[in-house]
C-alpha cells in the first residue's frame, strides 16, 4: 500500500538553485494538490489538480510550477529558489470527494 | 471565500481526561465537508474523523467524536480518554463537495498530554 509518495523528504539548496519535488500516488485519484507548511501558518495551497492535463493555482503559486501529465503524477517545480520557499512541502490526492491522503512531507531549505 | 479558525494555539490535557478543540469556519455553501487532521512529531497527516454537513449525526471514531454545529458553523473535536500518544498537532479543515473543492486549513492547536 504506497498511497502517496514523496520525494526526496529533505532537501538543501542555495538561492537561485532549481528542483523538482515528486509525488505519485497509486489510488488513481483524479484530484492531487500541493501544500506548505510553515509555523503558525497552517496548511496552505500551491497548486492543484483535477486530472491529467488540468492544473490550477492555489493560494501561494508564486515561484513554484505544476504539471500533470499522468494520473498518478504531479511534480512541483522550484524555478529559482528564494530564502521564502524554506519550508514543508506535503502533496496530497483525494477522490472526486471526501478527505485527502497525504504524502510524508519534504522538507526544503534555502539558504 | 471559506475560511478555517483554530482559536486555540495550544492545549493541555492530563491523561485519561476529556479535550476539546474549538474550530470555526465560515461558508455560503450548505454542502461540504468537515474533517479533523492529527500531525504527530513524524509530520504525517492523519485523518481524524470527518463530518458530511448534510448528515444530522455527529460523527464518531473511537474516543474521538465531534460537536458539529452547522448553523453556527462550529465544529469542535473532543477527545476522550486521552492518551499520550495523542500529543500532536490538530488541524481542522473545509472542503467544498464538488471534485474541483480544495482543502482549507485552520492554522492548527498543538495538544500536549501530561501523564
Known amino acids: 500500500n504506497a498511497g502517496v509518495t514523496q520525494t526526496p523528504k529533505f532537501q538543501v539548496l542555495k538561492t537561485g538553485q532549481s528542483m523538482t519535488l515528486q509525488c505519485a500516488q497509486d489510488m488513481n485519484h483524479e484530484y492531487m494538490s500541493w501544500y506548505r507548511q510553515d509555523p503558525g501558518m497552517g496548511l496552505r495551497l500551491i497548486h492543484y489538480s483535477v486530472g491529467a492535463g488540468i492544473t490550477d493555482q492555489g493560494e501561494v503559486p508564486n515561484g513554484y510550477n505544476v504539471s500533470r501529465s499522468t494520473t498518478e503524477d504531479f511534480p512541483l517545480r522550484l524555478l529559482s529558489a528564494a530564502p521564502s520557499q524554506t519550508s514543508v512541502y506535503f502533496c496530497a490526492s483525494s477522490k472526486e470527494y471526501g478527505e485527502l491522503f497525504f504524502g510524508e512531507g519534504s522538507r526544503l531549505t534555502v539558504l | 471565500a471559506q475560511t478555517v479558525t483554530q482559536s486555540q494555539p495550544e492545549m493541555s490535557v492530563q491523561e485519561a481526561e476529556t479535550v476539546t478543540l474549538s474550530c470555526t469556519y465560515d461558508t455560503s455553501e450548505s454542502d461540504y465537508y468537515l474533517f479533523w487532521y492529527k500531525q504527530p512529531p513524524s509530520r504525517q497527516m492523519i485523518l481524524v474523523i470527518r463530518?458530511?454537513?448534510?448528515?444530522?449525526q455527529n460523527a464518531t471514531e473511537n474516543r474521538f467524536s465531534v460537536n458539529f454545529q452547522k448553523a453556527a458553523k462550529s465544529f469542535s473535536l473532543k477527545i476522550s480518554d486521552s492518551q499520550l500518544g495523542d500529543a500532536a498537532m490538530y488541524f481542522c479543515a473545509y472542503r467544498s463537495m464538488g471534485s474541483q473543492g480544495n482543502l482549507i486549513f485552520g492554522k492548527g492547536t498543538k495538544l500536549s498530554v501530561k501523564p
Open positions: 463530518q458530511e454537513a448534510y448528515k444530522q
